[in-house]
């Protein structure tokens, strides 16, 4: 067995065939620390979005209850990716998440971006940080597993082909990210929560513009953000680079990373799919 054995089984499989396969591979053996980073920003994008903004201000989903959206969302997607969206666990994530989404006027155009960045933002991510740059063949099996899932949960007007998508993605950013007070509001809730996971109370105001460091122009004047310097930047996508290089010698992890049966800070007994999302 290799060091690399997973990316080498990987390189066997089919990408559409295997889609499902691919991307739990990826997630929960290849990538794990790598693809939860990203779809965390992949999220935080998503709340640049006045529209968006304005919904999770008013129904304090992440302003009041930022750790228990936070957990709900992982719960779902590490379940769609970890048991596949036609399983019975998948099933029950996805009608789940319909429910939640169901309460809520979302247009369709929102939900396709949402969808989007689930895709387009771990590949990104991975190749700026990653331990090795994903595959061609690993980025449409991304592809198709959202697709799919976007198909089941009744978004309309999914394009066929990865690079139509993705234009999409980069359009409607172009056209939507726009600053607004809620935009503002969910964001520094959101970076409280994320400095919450590495470090005390006390010390987010110095974790804070290493936060910034990792966000976009475009991002950053969304939510009214600081610019940080070029220093800050060089010393944040550094340290990922650094870390990157490292990794890449080590072996792939013959276990996998469950994010769905993490012990989590909302559940401390544990939880049941069907009653995510309830206050």
């Known amino acids: 067995m290799t060091r690399k054995h997973i990316t080498q089984r990987i390189s066997q499989l089919d990408a559409w065939d295997d889609h499902q396969e691919i991307v739990y591979l990826l997630t929960c053996h290849v990538f794990p620390w790598d693809i939860e980073r990203a779809l965390e920003f992949a999220l935080f994008r998503t709340y640049a979005v006045p529209s968006i903004s304005k919904l999770l201000a008013q129904t304090g989903e992440l302003t009041k209850r930022p750790q228990k959206r936070y957990d709900d969302t992982e719960i779902i997607m590490y ?3 970890e048991h596949g969206y036609d399983s019975e666990r998948g099933r029950k994530a996805l009608r789940r998440m319909n429910q939640m989404h169901g309460r809520f006027s979302i247009t ?15 590949n990104r991510w991975l190749k700026r940080y990653g331990w090795r740059q994903p595959t061609q063949k690993e980025e449409l099996a991304t592809f198709y597993f959202y697709r799919e899932v976007g198909r089941r949960m009744n978004i309309k007007n999914i394009p066929d082909d990865y690079h139509q998508l993705e234009q999409y993605n980069i359009d409607y950013e172009r056209e939507y990210f726009r600053y607004a007070p809620s935009n503002r509001a969910v964001g520094d809730a959101t970076c409280d929560l994320f400095l919450g996971f590495y470090l005390p109370k006390q010390f987010w105001s110095f974790g804070r513009p290493f936060l910034y460091a990792m966000m976009d122009e475009n991002l950053l004047n969304a939510f009214g953000f600081p610019h940080p310097s070029s220093f800050m930047r060089k010393v944040t996508t550094g340290g990922l680079k650094l870390r990157a290089k ?12 469950l994010g769905s049966q993490r012990k989590r800070p909302t559940y401390p007994e544990g939880y049941k799919i069907e009653e995510l999302g309830t206050s």
């Open 246 to 257: 490292l990794i890449r010698y080590w072996p792939e992890r013959s276990e996998p990373v």
């Open 79 to 81: 379940t769609l990716a």
């Open 108 to 122: 369709n155009e929102d939900m396709l971006y949402v969808l989007t960045t689930f895709i387009y933002e771990p």
